[in-house]
């Protein structure tokens, strides 16, 4: 079956904008979370939805936003683009959100300048 | 709270040595532990999990709920094995993955 795909696969904004990222599970998958991955600080947990609702959520600023929709697709978005938001975010789906094994995309790679 | 520890950012260790990367958690009750790997350039994907008791690729790891560890274990070690480990916790009604900073092992030919 097809894995977890990821568009696009690389960005680079400029400070200030907004860009939206956008993660297609696993079929038959309804939990998905988000995560940013940098060399300093590994696995940062972004937010996580099951059935278009937020279930949990990370440490971020408000910048930082998701949403689900009824096939279980999600996209992030992040406004107010800053330098520090440079990472690689990540996407896994699973079938029921944790306890079970989360199936990774390959990332967006995000470069702000 | 509930926490994943890794205390090790790097461990770098010869080939067809023994290699133990090392995972503490903090939570009081039954969890769910797991360890993820991520190889250059490839995906992150679930290595093993405590509940299966498997052995892939030669890894190990045994749930010690008295020392709290995860501790991921290989007799042997290959070069194929250098890769980024993290260990996860799940626990209790919570839905989110708790994720150790993870452990990058390197493996000297």
């Known amino acids: 079956k097809a894995g977890v795909t990821q568009t696009p696969r690389y960005l680079i904004k400029t400070r200030g904008q907004q860009v939206t990222l956008s993660c297609s599970p696993i079929?038959?998958?309804?939990?998905v979370s988000w995560y940013q991955q940098t060399p300093g600080q590994g696995l940062q947990f972004l937010f996580e939805?099951?059935?278009?609702?937020?279930?949990n959520k990370g440490n971020f600023p408000g910048r930082f936003s998701g949403r689900q929709f009824s096939n279980s697709r999600s996209e992030m978005n992040v406004s107010t683009l800053e330098l520090g938001d440079s990472a690689l975010y990540l996407c896994?789906?699973?079938?029921?959100?944790?306890?079970?094994?989360?199936?990774f995309g390959q990332g967006t790679r995000l470069t702000v300048v | 709270a509930q926490r994943v520890t890794q205390p090790e950012k790097l461990l770098s260790v010869f080939k067809g040595a023994p290699v133990e990367l090392k995972c503490n958690y903090s939570?009081?009750?039954?969890?769910?532990l797991f360890w993820y790997v991520q190889y250059s350039r490839q995906r992150l994907q679930l290595l093993l999990r405590?509940?299966?008791?498997?052995s892939i690729k030669g890894f190990t790891a045994d749930l010690n709920k008295g020392e709290t560890s995860f501790h991921l274990k290989k007799p042997f070690a290959q070069e194929e094995d250098s890769a980024m480990y993290y260990c996860?916790?799940?626990?209790?009604?919570?839905?989110?993955?708790?994720w150790g900073a993870g452990t990058k092992l390197i493996i000297k030919p």
């Open positions: 079929s038959g998958h309804r939990s």
């Open positions: 939570y009081s009750g039954s969890p769910e």
């Open positions: 939805y099951f059935s278009e609702t937020q279930r």
């Open positions: 896994a789906s699973s079938l029921t959100g944790a306890r079970v094994e989360a199936f």
């Open positions: 996860a916790l799940s626990a209790g009604s919570n839905y989110q993955l708790i």
């Open positions: 405590h509940i299966s008791r498997e």
